[in-house]
């Protein structure tokens, strides 16, 4: 079935150093992918986006990459801080779906100092 | 803006009672999202609506779920009975069609225990 994945549960990363998380999405209708960040006790906050016509897009100190072709999207974050820690979702929506959004199982991110 | 107020942040019930979750969205939204996260299943939509009209309501587990939106700032999720497997975080989300895309702003949830 259709359906947006995560790749690894967990990752550990040193302070300081790149994380990259991934993401694996089914549908090629899918044109428009988020990431969201949820701190423990909290709701999803939104990071970054990006739509389907675009392959890379950058923030402060996260981007986003999109691969069509194998239908894989990753979020890099710059220098990790221990704010960084928590669980990163991938979600997706494809045309006509109402602003709805399907959401990947989650990262957990760990930042070790 | 507030964003998305949702009450109470905590609820504690015992199985077989009325529990009734609620939700303020940003104003001027007009799409308004109930999700259910577990550490089994994630994140569910479970209903949503557009100008305070019920869209999609196939996420809805079973008969005792309902949700209504009486108005543009209000909505309610009400489960009745409850049962422990409803045990859950429960979050509303907001999002407006007039923006270029479909991010969602969240609350901060519900925790709720059915003992």
């Known amino acids: 079935g259709e359906s947006v994945g995560l790749h690894l549960p967990t990752l550990s990363v040193q302070e300081g150093d790149n994380s990259i998380i991934n993401c694996a999405y089914s549908?090629?209708?899918?044109?428009?992918f988020i990431w969201y960040k949820q701190e423990s006790g909290k709701g999803p906050q939104f990071i970054i986006d990006i739509r389907s016509n675009m392959d890379k897009r950058q923030g402060q100190r996260v981007t986003v990459l999109l691969n069509k072709t194998v239908k894989h999207l990753s979020l890099q974050i710059a220098a990790t801080q221990p704010g960084d820690s928590a669980v990163y979702f991938c979600?997706?929506?494809?045309?006509?779906?109402?602003?709805?959004?399907?959401f990947g199982t989650g990262t957990q991110l760990k930042v070790e100092l | 803006d507030a964003g998305v107020i949702q009450s109470p942040r905590h609820e504690v019930t015992e199985m077989g009672q009325e529990v009734t979750l609620r939700c303020k969205p940003i104003s001027g939204h007009d799409y308004l999202f109930w999700y259910r996260q577990t550490m089994m299943r994630g994140l569910e939509l479970l209903i949503y609506f557009n100008n305070n009209v019920p869209i999609d309501d196939s996420g809805m587990p079973e008969d005792r779920f309902s949700a209504k939106m009486p108005n543009a700032s209000f909505s309610t999720l009400k489960i009745q009975p409850s049962e422990p497997r409803d045990s859950a975080v429960y979050f509303c989300?907001?999002?407006?069609?007039?923006?270029?895309?479909?991010?969602?702003?969240f609350g901060s949830g519900t925790q709720l225990s059915v003992l």
């Open positions: 549908n090629s209708a899918s044109d428009y």
């Open positions: 979600a997706e929506s494809r045309p006509g779906g109402g602003n709805k959004l399907t």
């Open positions: 989300a907001s999002s407006s069609q007039g923006s270029t895309n479909e991010k969602l702003f």
